[in-house]
């Protein structure tokens, strides 16, 4: 599965995870709790058609996973 890179800022309230994931909708994806200090994000790249005259690429196309644990305790109902 692909890893996307990813940023974690904290701004002492808050940790922010910023991930780019071309090809897919931050609706497409999916946050879960693994743990109490362990947020997983997971979602799919689905192939695009492209179009007569055109053979070969370079993206990835599947599932995508993504873990970060967190020094502090993750409060399930502020993950947004």
Same mark, same amino acid.
């Given at each position: 599965?692909?890893?996307?890179?990813?940023?974690?800022?904290? =701004? $002492?309230?808050?940790?922010?995870?910023?991930?780019?994931?071309? $090809?897919?909708?931050?609706?497409? *994806?999916?946050?879960?709790?693994?743990?109490?200090?362990?947020?997983?994000? =997971? $979602?799919?790249?689905?192939?695009?058609?492209?179009?007569?005259?055109?053979?070969?690429?370079?993206?990835?196309? $599947?599932? *995508?996973?993504?873990?970060?644990?967190?020094? =502090?305790?993750?409060?399930?109902?502020?993950?947004?």
């Amino acid at each position: 599965s692909m890893m996307p890179a990813a940023d974690i800022h904290e =701004t $002492g309230e808050k940790y922010i995870i910023e991930t780019e994931v071309p $090809g897919v909708k931050k609706e497409d *994806l999916k946050f879960d709790l693994a743990d109490d200090h362990t947020i997983v994000i =997971t $979602g799919e790249v689905k192939r695009r058609s492209m179009g007569k005259g055109r053979s070969g690429g370079e993206r990835f196309y $599947g599932k *995508l996973e993504r873990l970060f644990t967190l020094p =502090t305790r993750i409060e399930a109902d502020k993950v947004d």
